[in-house]
């Protein structure tokens, strides 16, 4: 499976990008844009905590409107072990892509400005030249995005990164919150009454295996040559999320490593060391399973 597979109704040819190219130096079938079932009037909906507001492209400079969350109503609940956020009512992971209608530049929220002249250039050859402008972002803004939409805006922002030439841990990144929203694709899938055996949920289970194994190989790199902070998190925070993502991926001793050095640091605060434990007892009991 191309890695990209779902560009190509943005007019972006990506299947020459696979996997081995992601980290280097310097297609599939078309999702089905489906409305989830209508909520009782009165019940607060995800569109509850969203409004319009208008943007400028750094690349093209033209200002485009954008869907925003209104961060003072959000009521935060516990996060994932892995530090997936979670929100009453909202994802608002959905939300944090910009991008651009005009000339295709799409980047995460906290990057989108930061560009480069030399990396305007890029977008402007690999992006812009090849960018359709896509239907439903051009129409209306939705009143909230589907999973499906929310997964293709942060593939293009991928895309748009690798031709940046951006940071290793910004990729990185990009595909992390690839695989958390299609891990959030299968539990809206579940809660519509699908099953671990159909055909929808597999996929998705299996494109968040894939984009998950791509965020933990960046991160490793990124936290190697990149300085702290990393996508904002301090090197606490990095060792926990990449502990959590080894053990996720069946990595027991990189998680036992990562879990030994919270334990014993001297930075890491009571939760981190709570969580860290917590992770060392479920490692130990999949060991013990294993035999
Ligand atoms: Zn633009």
Redesign the pocket.
């Known amino acids: 499976m191309g890695l990209m597979s779902g560009l190509e109704k943005f007019g972006i040819k990506a299947d020459q990008m696979d996997m081995e190219k992601l980290y280097e130096k310097g297609s599939g079938t078309k999702p089905q844009q489906q409305a989830p079932t209508p909520k009782p009037a009165q019940e607060l909906t995800e569109a509850d905590f969203l409004y319009d507001k208008t943007i400028e492209?750094?690349?093209?400079?033209?200002p485009?409107p954008i869907r925003a969350v209104k961060t003072s109503k959000l009521r935060r609940l516990p996060p994932d072990a892995d530090l997936r956020p979670h929100f009453s009512y909202i994802d608002t992971l959905k939300y944090e892509v910009y991008s651009?209608?005009?000339?295709?530049?799409t980047a995460m929220t906290r990057y989108f400005e930061h560009i480069s002249s030399m990396q305007r250039k890029l977008i402007l050859q690999e992006v812009?030249s090849k960018f359709m402008e896509e239907d439903h972002i051009m129409q209306p803004l939705e009143s909230y995005y589907s999973y499906d939409m929310a997964i293709d805006r942060y593939k293009l922002s991928l895309f748009n990164t690798v031709v940046k030439k951006g940071q290793t841990s910004e990729k990185a990144y990009n595909c992390l919150k690839i695989a958390w929203l299609c891990r959030s694709k299968c539990e809206e899938l579940l809660a519509e009454g699908e099953t671990e055996d159909s055909a929808s949920v597999q996929e998705a289970r299996k494109e968040e295996r894939t984009f998950y194994e791509q965020a933990y190989e960046g991160f490793v790199k990124a936290m190697a040559s990149e300085m702290y902070p990393i996508c904002g998190m301090d090197q606490n925070t990095m060792d926990i999320l990449i502990a959590e993502m080894a053990f996720g991926l069946g990595k027991y001793d990189v998680a036992s490593r990562y879990v030994s050095g919270i334990l014993v640091s001297q930075t890491a605060n009571r939760s981190m060391k709570d969580k860290a434990y917590n992770l060392k007892e479920e490692i130990v009991k999949v060991i013990k399973k294993q035999g």
């Open positions: 492209c750094p690349v093209c400079q033209k485009f651009c209608p005009y000339c295709g530049y812009s």
